[in-house]
């Protein structure tokens, strides 16, 4: 089971979902679902996510076509079925949206990082320390964007040139991170093992606000159950 695999829960209440709008769960009727321009962007989505369960390489294609579908979330989800259902196959065309203008990369590096294949070690560093550049400016007042994910990622080859640099840079803005994004670090990495937190905003006389979790945050609670 990959990080992306459904609980049978989720897949109970997909399957609801589904079968009121008329889907069956098999993979023919889910890549149909995908592919047939009159269904409706919600059981679009919901037929990404459960192509994890029920989909095969068959069913790549037509999760690829979705990665320009107009819904954030038909996008997103593709991806991460995308890397469950591909593993290190699907490594050449994930880093390749790393380079994609005006798509959203947080679920990609999440994607690559989960498969955990040394082939995007260049494409990711390229990445991260672009990235590093800007969030070191003035302006950006915190870091966002799935960054974290890229750094668990390049945190497992600290020893390939060039990483451990990158590492450092993102250590110098640590504040920047927000806090769940630094204890998941401080969990999931070496290098960030013994930073100490140091919540965003985290001055004297001021207190960082709460925030409501977004989606991303909702659908890793849905797909982690």
Same mark, same amino acid.
């Given at each position: 089971m990959?990080?992306? #695999?459904?609980?049978?829960?989720?897949?109970?209440?997909?399957?609801?979902e589904?079968?009121?709008a008329?889907?069956d769960m /098999?993979?023919? $009727?889910? *890549? /149909?679902? &995908?592919?047939?321009? #009159?269904? /409706?962007?919600?059981?679009k989505?919901? $037929?990404?996510?459960?192509?994890r369960?029920?989909?095969?390489?068959?069913?790549?294609?037509?999760?690829?076509?979705?990665?320009?579908?107009?819904?954030?979330?038909?996008?997103?989800?593709s991806? &991460?079925?995308?890397?469950?259902?591909?593993?290190?196959?699907?490594?050449?065309?994930?880093v390749?949206?790393?380079?994609?203008p005006?798509f959203?990369?947080a679920?990609?590096?999440?994607?690559i990082?989960?498969?955990?294949?040394? #082939?995007? *070690?260049?494409?990711?560093k /390229?990445?991260? @320390?672009?990235?590093?550049?800007f969030f070191? @400016?003035?302006s950006?007042?915190? *870091?966002t964007?799935?960054?974290?994910?890229?750094?668990?990622?390049?945190?497992?080859? =600290?020893?390939?040139?060039?990483?451990?640099?990158?590492?450092?840079?993102?250590? =110098?803005i640590?504040?920047k991170?927000s806090?769940?994004?630094?204890k998941k670090?401080?969990? @999931?990495?070496?290098f960030?093992?013994?930073?100490?937190?140091k919540?965003l905003?985290?001055?004297?006389g001021? @207190?960082a606000?709460?925030?409501?979790?977004?989606?991303?945050?909702?659908?890793?609670?849905?797909?982690?159950?």
């Amino acid at each position: 089971m990959g990080e992306f #695999s459904l609980h049978e829960s989720t897949i109970a209440s997909l399957r609801s979902e589904l079968e009121k709008a008329g889907v069956d769960m /098999n993979e023919d $009727a889910l *890549i /149909n679902a &995908l592919d047939d321009p #009159s269904v /409706n962007k919600y059981t679009k989505y919901r $037929a990404t996510i459960a192509l994890r369960k029920f989909g095969t390489k068959k069913s790549v294609p037509s999760l690829k076509r979705m990665i320009d579908y107009p819904m954030q979330d038909v996008k997103d989800c593709s991806v &991460l079925t995308i890397a469950e259902i591909s593993g290190k196959t699907g490594i050449p065309f994930l880093v390749d949206l790393l380079d994609k203008p005006k798509f959203k990369k947080a679920y990609t590096l999440w994607a690559i990082q989960s498969i955990n294949d040394k #082939s995007a *070690i260049e494409p990711v560093k /390229n990445y991260m @320390r672009d990235r590093l550049k800007f969030f070191h @400016r003035p302006s950006a007042a915190k *870091i966002t964007g799935g960054i974290e994910y890229g750094l668990i990622y390049l945190d497992r080859y =600290s020893i390939v040139p060039g990483v451990e640099e990158i590492l450092m840079g993102y250590q =110098s803005i640590w504040n920047k991170f927000s806090l769940q994004d630094q204890k998941k670090l401080q969990d @999931r990495t070496e290098f960030y093992k013994q930073q100490p937190l140091k919540p965003l905003g985290d001055e004297p006389g001021k @207190r960082a606000k709460k925030k409501k979790p977004g989606f991303f945050q909702s659908l890793v609670k849905l797909i982690r159950g």
